[in-house]
């Protein structure tokens, strides 16, 4: 039984126009859902994702509107790590976020960067052998498309206490300066770094909690395993596009672990993900009220493939 590397990364945003604008446009991504935040229904829940929403590749955002710039601290992830297929790709997109003004920094061959909320991201070569996972875009060839995510890196004044929590029950393996989390398919990394002196804010730009891929089959044994390390996990929550428990890990990180199934094709058609609001069943007679009271959106389907031009 081993975790398949990372299901999800969710942060937060307090401008979900300009989130669209640069996920969806600038770096790429596809929208493949749109519905509400669960335990907040009138709020969006963003997904981004490669063409067919795919774990390993799914970085969500909950919207806040209005809320204030956050920064990273002691606990919480500061920076997602991403897969490129080649050096020319990192240079592909030192270009592109050059030219809308995204200030970049190479580091060992590496592009990092902060979204306009100032969440920090890094692109790296792809070294896995794993299967790319890329969104068609209309100014984005594929192959200098991002890939899927290699992994997060967290502050942790604390990391040892993580150390047995991570390897014994979660199946972390040490690798580099920190762990891989690997499963037949994919994996994923994980690592600390020292955190700065002050401590961190949850708003706009953070990254609220990072999820795990399990098997539909392990999830409730990976809730046990996690109880008998000391962890205290909720129950398993139905979000209906997959099942899900969260639980904070020694360091402070909040983790969640996320079923592979069903996945985003459960209420819509591949083709036409992400364009329309999409509210779970037990959400569904919110619609009236919530539609109207949400942030409109910039119109997605202008930068996929086949797009006619608006004209204008
Ligand atoms: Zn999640």
């Known amino acids: 039984m081993q975790l398949e590397g990372i299901h999800h990364i969710t942060a937060i945003t307090g401008d979900a126009p300009r989130n669209v604008d640069f996920y969806a446009r600038v770096m790429g991504l596809r929208l493949v859902k749109k519905t ?12 981004y994702g490669d063409e067919e929403g795919d774990p390993g590749l799914d970085l969500t955002f909950f919207e806040y509107p209005g809320a204030s710039p956050g920064r990273a601290g002691d606990g919480m992830i500061h ?21 809308e003004d995204v200030a970049t920094e190479r580091v060992d061959g590496r592009l990092r960067f902060r979204d306009p909320e100032g969440l920090e991201h890094e692109l790296r070569v792809d ?13 984005v060839p594929r192959e200098m498309a991002l890939e899927g995510f290699d992994g997060v890196r967290a502050y942790s004044s604390q990391p040892e206490a993580s150390k047995a929590l991570l390897e014994q029950a979660l199946g972390f393996r040490g690798a580099g ?7 037949e398919r994919r994996g994923s990394t994980y690592a600390y770094d020292s955190p ?30 996690v109880i008998r390390a000391g962890a205290r996990p909720t129950p398993v929550i139905d979000r209906f596009y997959f099942r899900s428990i969260y639980f904070r890990e020694p360091s ?14 459960v209420d819509e058609p591949l083709e036409h993900l992400g364009e329309h609001l999409s509210l779970p069943p037990a959400f569904e007679h919110l ?15 202008q930068w996929r493939p086949g797009a006619v031009p608006s004209g204008g």
Request: hydrophobic share 40%; no cysteine.
């Open 196 to 225: 700065p002196a002050e401590p961190g804010v949850q708003s706009a730009g953070t990254v609220h909690h990072v999820a795990f891929a399990s098997s539909v089959e392990d999830h409730e044994t990976w809730r046990e395993r």
């Open 36 to 47: 509400v935040n669960q335990d907040d229904p009138t709020i969006y829940h963003l997904f």
């Open 79 to 99: 920076r997602i790590v991403w897969r490129v297929g080649s050096a020319d790709a990192v240079g592909f997109w030192a270009d592109r976020l050059g030219g």
């Open 177 to 183: 300066d920190g762990w891989e989390v690997r499963g």
């Open 287 to 301: 619609r009236d009220q919530v539609e109207p009271r949400l942030t409109p959106l910039p119109d997605v389907r």
């Open 252 to 265: 402070g990180v909040l983790f969640e672990l996320a079923t592979i199934g069903p996945g985003f094709t």
């Open 127 to 139: 070294e896995s052998d794993d299967d790319p996972l890329i969104a068609e875009h209309v100014e």
